[in-house]
């Protein structure tokens, strides 16, 4: 069974330091990764889509790798605002039928 | 304005009720989930979608039900049986089964 782990599973940082969040799985046969963003009380907003035959992906101050071979994904932030602060969270599309996450990393930027 | 639509944004239930969440797409996609969030967790997965008419229970089915009778509409019953449904609830769609989109979700909580 596929599973998937995020960490650290919170990080607070001051405003304007890079830095990366990190996602490992357990089965490398996977279709693709996506990175989310979840603000308090709200919905999964997508940041990034790396597909399986990709190695990353950038938007912005953001930029997502994929190393299937060794099961992980980064997510790199740079420059890190206070409207950075929020959960961060990995899904891989898997088995071609459903979407595994990972329980998240809590990100608080520090003004 | 695409999106995917839920309905109503905050729920009470009495004990022993049966209440059902509604899902609504307009993206066109194919396949549509529902996953429960507790504080502090990742996603579960509830119920999956494929195609009309056809549905999938995930990892965590017993306490709930769904219909898929329109390719837009994916409502979710919370019935009786589920004795902790005081939740996060989240609907999403699958673009080619590979991508997920979100909805901004509901919570559901016990009086």
């Known amino acids: 069974k596929q599973e998937v782990t995020q960490i650290p599973a919170a990080l607070s940082v001051p405003e304007g330091e890079n830095l990366v969040l990190n996602c490992s799985f357990t089965d490398s046969a996977i279709y693709n990764l996506q990175w989310f963003r979840q603000d308090p009380g709200k919905g999964l907003t997508s940041l990034l889509l790396i597909q399986s035959s990709q190695r990353e992906q950038t938007s912005g101050r953001l930029n997502a790798s994929l190393d299937k071979s060794s099961g992980r994904s980064t997510l790199y932030i740079a420059a890190s605002q206070p409207g950075d602060s929020a959960t961060y969270l990995c899904?891989?599309?898997?088995?071609?039928?459903?979407?595994?996450f990972g329980s998240g990393t809590k990100l608080n930027v520090k003004p | 304005d695409g999106g995917i639509t839920q309905s109503p944004k905050y729920l009470f239930r009495k004990e022993g009720q049966n209440v059902t969440l509604s899902c609504e797409q307009n993206l066109n996609h194919d396949a549509m989930y529902w996953y429960r969030q507790d504080p502090g967790q990742g996603l579960r997965l509830i119920y999956y979608?494929?195609?009309?008419?056809?549905?999938q229970k995930g990892d965590i089915a017993e306490g709930y039900s769904v219909s898929r009778e329109k390719k837009e509409s994916f409502p979710l019953t919370v019935t009786s049986a589920q004795k902790n449904p005081t939740a996060f609830y989240l609907c999403a769609t699958g673009r080619g089964n590979t991508e997920a989109f979100f909805g901004q979700g509901t919570r559901l909580t016990v009086v």
């Open positions: 899904a891989l599309y898997y088995n071609f039928n459903k979407f595994y």
């Open positions: 979608s494929q195609i009309v008419n056809d549905f």
